[in-house]
């Protein structure tokens, strides 16, 4: 079993950054794909960008490309998911996700966090 907890969330400008933080207990975190999803109101979950489980391997979406940059601590059995020139669009509830392959699609993944709030002000 891997309990995830997503921190970093919050209120931030257009333009602006954050670094959400994907802390995750138990043995097998370091041998998972890590996942980041979010979700808007009203709007289904959405693949952000995922990393293998040795952080030799990245995939992002389209929208993430050029201005997230997704990493992993093994060591610290943490995650993470640095957002730069942040736009409205990003405003979600961002989900952090640990599973077998290190792929786009939510039923891929296992163990999902609760998630953390981000909100872009324009």
């Known amino acids: 079993q891997v309990q995830l907890v997503e921190s970093g969330g919050g209120l931030v400008q257009v333009g602006g950054s954050l670094r959400l933080s994907c802390a995750a207990s138990?043995?097998?975190?370091?041998?998972?794909?890590l996942g980041w999803f979010r979700q808007a109101p009203g709007k289904g979950r959405e693949f952000v960008a995922a990393i293998s489980w040795t952080g030799a391997r990245t995939y992002y979406a389209d929208s993430a490309k050029g201005r997230f940059t997704i990493s992993r601590d093994n060591a610290k059995n943490t995650g993470y998911l640095r957002m730069n020139s942040l736009k409205p669009e990003d405003t979600a509830g961002y989900y952090c996700a640990a599973g077998g392959s290190c792929v786009n699609d939510v039923l891929e993944y296992d163990y999902w966090g609760q998630g953390t709030q981000v909100t872009v002000s324009s």
């Open positions: 138990g043995r097998t975190f370091s041998a998972l794909a």
